[in-house]
């Protein structure tokens, strides 16, 4: 237990460190009306190719890609680091991300923000969902928020398509190099399918 907090803090000093500059940046952005509304523009101007992904809107448009609406900008800036320097990879991401510079970083995270999530409106297992409940409300909270609407540097999670997540979880449980160093690692380790399948159709449907 002692190992898993320490490699914890250290993850997230190392996080926290990263996104300084980028969430300074957007902080100064964000509070001024005028700038806001530039770094908007610029933001939608930057998207347009995101958009074929995640939706001009943040609403993923494939259920196997994660939206991007209203997530945490923190989160977002510390992702782009990580596909930039290879700790998290993907096929696409990790040629997009080390071509978006600070200033393209902080206009997607302000354009995002301000784009609503869609609610989910496919029939869910009542089992499954409930048993995600129970696991998500005894494990996940202290970290992705009561509603997991994300906190500081844990990503929001409700209201993902629930494809992503049970991809998210499984390749953490079975400790996929893509993610690797990832805290999700040692947390997912034990999971069954069933409990991934749970939690992933709990969360598609909780409202932001
Ligand atoms: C061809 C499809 C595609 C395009 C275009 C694309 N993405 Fe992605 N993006 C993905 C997929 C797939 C993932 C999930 C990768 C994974 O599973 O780790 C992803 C993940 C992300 C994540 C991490 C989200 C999370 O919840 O962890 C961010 C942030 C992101 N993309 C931003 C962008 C931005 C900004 C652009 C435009 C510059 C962009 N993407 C363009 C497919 C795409
Ligand atoms: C110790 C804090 C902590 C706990 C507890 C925790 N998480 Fe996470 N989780 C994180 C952090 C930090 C990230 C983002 C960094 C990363 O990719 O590892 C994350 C990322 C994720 C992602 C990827 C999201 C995305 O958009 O790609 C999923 C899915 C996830 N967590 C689900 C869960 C679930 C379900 C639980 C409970 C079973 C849980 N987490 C418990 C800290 C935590």
Redesign the pocket.
């Known amino acids: 237990m002692r190992v898993l907090v320490c490699v914890l803090l250290s993850c997230f000093a190392t996080l926290a460190q990263a996104s300084d500059e980028a969430l300074q940046r957007f902080t100064q952005l964000n509070s001024d009306p005028v700038l806001r509304e530039q770094a908007y523009a610029a933001g939608q101007e930057r998207?347009r190719?995101?958009g074929?992904?995640?939706g001009e809107n943040g609403n993923s448009k494939r259920p196997?890609?994660?939206n991007?609406a209203e997530?945490n900008p923190v989160y977002?800036f510390n992702?782009?680091e990580m596909f930039a320097s290879g700790e998290?990879q993907?096929f696409?991401?990790s040629k997009?991300a080390p071509n978006?510079t600070l200033e393209d970083r902080v206009n997607?995270a302000i354009y995002f923000g301000q784009q609503k999530l869609l609610a989910h409106t496919e029939p869910v297992d009542a089992t499954l969902r409930q048993q995600g409940e129970v696991t998500f409300k005894t494990i996940c909270t202290g970290c992705h928020g009561v509603n997991a609407e994300g906190r500081e540097i844990t990503?929001r999670l409700a209201g993902q398509p629930a494809e992503y997540l049970r991809?998210?979880l499984t390749r953490f449980r079975d400790q996929d190099p893509?993610r690797a160093g990832s805290v999700m690692m040692s947390i997912a380790a034990d999971f069954s399918d069933e409990q991934i399948a749970g939690l992933a159709e709990y969360l598609q449907q909780l409202q932001p």
């Open positions: 998207i190719f995101c074929n992904c995640h196997y890609i994660p991007l997530q977002l992702a782009f998290r993907d696409i991401m997009l978006l997607v990503p991809k998210a893509s």
